[in-house]
């Protein structure tokens, strides 16, 4: 059982403060032994242990179902985000001209697969700022979908996708969620969002190789099929299993999402997330965001008063809290912590730190001290 504020989990975690989790996640204690348990089992069984990796995988269906709010009929296992985005800007039913609108910030994953779909079919790719008049602006001249992240990656923000969403859908607009920077830390539910992709190794604390796509229900039978494979049809393993006679090439692709599971997939990576959400979800999101947010809440006066900018919103909070230093280069200040023992990470111009459950508290004073430090040292000391 997680305990808020508490790495008892996390033994061989080396640095003292861990504000990493934006980047990627260290592993705990059951996701480890999960990935034994996994890999061990292999050992012993090979091929005897396939029912026990289809099960797990229903299992985890199961588990993002609980963590979206959606039925696991609505969602595929992916191998990570970006998977998830490809699948979606390959299978959509586009039409030339059509015009897609990605959002200036947004991490590349929720652009290149755009971008490439765009030079596939035709399609006119627009860089919109994170603004709901422009947003407006540019629906109104007519868009097929909106790609936006759900938690801006660097800066923080969390998008107001309910409120975009709506607003979209008033103009025939889908919209594509990039959840990885909200999912585990902070509340979500894919609520009226047509797709909402994500991946393991962030907040969500599994390992990387292994994520989910979610399609709502309405938008599942315009999705195309261009994309299947062995396991995209109706009875998939029936020929393994089920004696002679099963083989054949024309049983129908599945109806639900799973037809995206298009063949064997990182079984390793999926039980380190099915144990990871367990975590989560049986500590709670909200509970998890409450404390992390505490953590942010009590850390960020100190870091303003000497001097740093940061660029958090109180109505637009997530798990991030990004920083402007008052001098000095982010490297030098991310070697400077480091040295402290305190591991925070740098993308594209802002300090980035990124507390998650196991954060106690306590280490806020030790966080501003080695900070304060490093402003009394000076740049040159940095
Ligand atoms: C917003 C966002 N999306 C996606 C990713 C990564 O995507 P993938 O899991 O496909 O590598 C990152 C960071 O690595 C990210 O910050």
Known sequence: MAELGSRQLFPQLRDRV???????????????QAI???????????FGSVPEVLAMRRRLRTLLGQLLGCSEQDLALTGGTSWGVLAVAQNLAWKAGQRVAVVTGDFPTNVTPWQRAAAQYDLRVVMLCPDLDELEKELKQGLRLLALSAVQFQNGLRQPW????????????????????ALGVVPFSVGQL?????????????????????????????????WAGWLSHD??????????GHLRYDRPLRSDMQFLEIGSSAGVAQAALEASLKLLLETGIEAIFGHVSQYLDQLEPGLLELGFASLRHPHRRSGILALRPPFGSLEQWALALQ?????????????????HWPNSLKEVEEVVTAFRKGVRGGAQKL
Not at 235 to 243: I, T
Request: charged share 20%; aromatic share 8%.
């Open 162 to 181: 309910e409120s975009v969403c709506e607003l979209c859908h008033a103009h025939d607009c889908e919209v594509f969620v990039d959840a990885i920077q």
């Open 36 to 46: 034994e348990d996994h890999a061990r089992s292999l050992a012993r069984e090979g």
């Open 235 to 244: 009875e998939p393993v029936s020929f393994l299993f089920e004696g002679g």
């Open 339 to 355: 040295r402290q023992g305190i591991r925070i990470s740098t993308p594209d111009g802002l300090l980035r730190l990124a507390p």
């Open 18 to 32: 861990y504000l990493g989790h934006a980047g990627v996640s260290p592993l705990s204690q059951p996701v480890l």
């Open 194 to 226: 047509d797709y909402v992709a994500g991946g393991a190794h962030k907040w969500l604390m599994g390992v990387e190789g292994c994520g989910f796509l979610y399609v709502r229900p309405q938008c599942q039978a315009t999705l195309r099929r261009n």
